[in-house]
């Protein structure tokens, strides 16, 4: 009798162990279970941000708030603590004017930075763009991305050069027309001491196009600069730049060769 009731208590006791040994691994399957959803997590959704693609980003109205993840390919202009720069992605590209940038991280937006803007949609005279306020951060762990300029030569004219608005692109086999009735191939924006942004005009078939070197992109010491000043009536060019537009295209220029 002693001997049974001893069977039936390791009986008992085995059946309780494999009890809790069952409850302990669902348990644990539970917490990994967990841990591996918290993981997979994508961060926009932690952070309840939704960054756009390019088609909703062009989608998006005016004054409203937007969010992207692009890439730097030139910087406008800092000063006063504000950065305008041009941005590309796989779909399409951008202008930021005036965000939120100390002279510091000026110097880290070297071109192919994957940087995060946040701010809201603007337009002034034909140029989408994001307003001055935005802020960005640059994308931990981003890739590098540049890229080659656009053949658009065939655009010109139509209203297919707008789709190309602020990408990197270049104009192929240009006619320089005199700017004005002085005859002149160029013209200073300050024409008295003959300083700031330089403006040129090139004709492609019969389509002239209006160009500028923007000073704070490309400045007097520069290449492209001081090719514009060489310039003459007649010289065949190519161009390369971003379309930039302002009651039309108005590409700020990065470069110029002259081919005949």
């Known amino acids: 009798?002693?001997?049974?009731?001893?069977?039936?208590?390791?009986?008992v006791m085995v059946v309780s162990l494999a009890a809790c040994g069952a409850t302990e691994g669902k348990d644990t399957?539970?917490?990994?279970?967990?841990?591996?959803?918290?993981?997979?997590?994508?961060?926009?959704?932690?952070?309840?941000?939704?960054?756009?693609?390019?088609?909703?980003?062009m989608a998006a109205a005016v004054n409203d708030e937007v969010v992207?993840?692009?890439?730097?390919?030139?910087?406008?202009?800092?000063?006063?603590?504000?950065?305008?720069?041009y941005l590309v992605d796989?779909?399409?590209?951008?202008?930021?004017?005036?965000?939120?940038?100390s002279e510091e991280d000026y110097e880290k937006l070297e071109t192919g930075t994957e940087i995060r803007v946040t701010g809201y949609k603007a337009e002034w005279a034909g140029e989408i763009?994001?307003?001055?306020?935005?802020?960005?951060?640059?994308?931990?762990?981003?890739?590098?991305?540049?890229?080659?300029?656009?053949?658009?030569?065939?655009?010109?004219?139509?209203?297919?050069?707008i789709s190309m608005q602020n990408r990197l692109v270049e104009f192929k086999g240009l006619t320089v027309e005199a700017y004005d009735e002085s005859g002149a191939a160029?013209?200073?924006?300050?024409?008295?001491?003959k300083t700031d942004d330089l403006y040129f005009k090139a004709k492609v078939g019969?389509?002239?196009?209006?160009?500028?070197?923007?000073?704070?992109?490309?400045?007097?010491?520069?290449?492209?600069?001081?090719?514009?000043?060489?310039?003459?009536?007649?010289?065949?060019?190519d161009v390369e730049g971003f379309p930039y537009w302002y009651e039309g295209a108005n590409p700020h220029v990065t470069g110029v060769t002259v081919v005949e």
Do not use: H, R
């Open 186 to 193: 160029f013209a200073y924006k300050n024409a008295e001491e």
């Open 29 to 57: 399957e539970s917490a990994k279970d967990t841990e591996s959803a918290v993981e997979s997590t994508p961060d926009t959704a932690e952070n309840g941000v939704k960054v756009m693609s390019y088609d909703e980003f």
């Open 129 to 161: 763009e994001i307003a001055e306020g935005a802020t960005f951060e640059i994308v931990d762990g981003g890739m590098a991305f540049t890229a080659a300029p656009a053949d658009v030569t065939d655009l010109v004219g139509t209203d297919g050069l």
């Open 206 to 237: 019969d389509t002239t196009v209006n160009f500028c070197v923007e000073f704070y992109l490309t400045g007097a010491d520069t290449e492209v600069y001081k090719a514009v000043e060489a310039l003459n009536v007649g010289d065949i060019i």
């Open 68 to 85: 992207i993840d692009s890439f730097v390919q030139a910087k406008q202009s800092w000063w006063d603590n504000k950065a305008s720069v």
């Open 90 to 101: 796989t779909e399409g590209a951008y202008f930021v004017y005036n965000m939120a940038c």
């Open 1 to 11: 009798m002693k001997k049974m009731i001893v069977l039936l208590l390791a009986l």
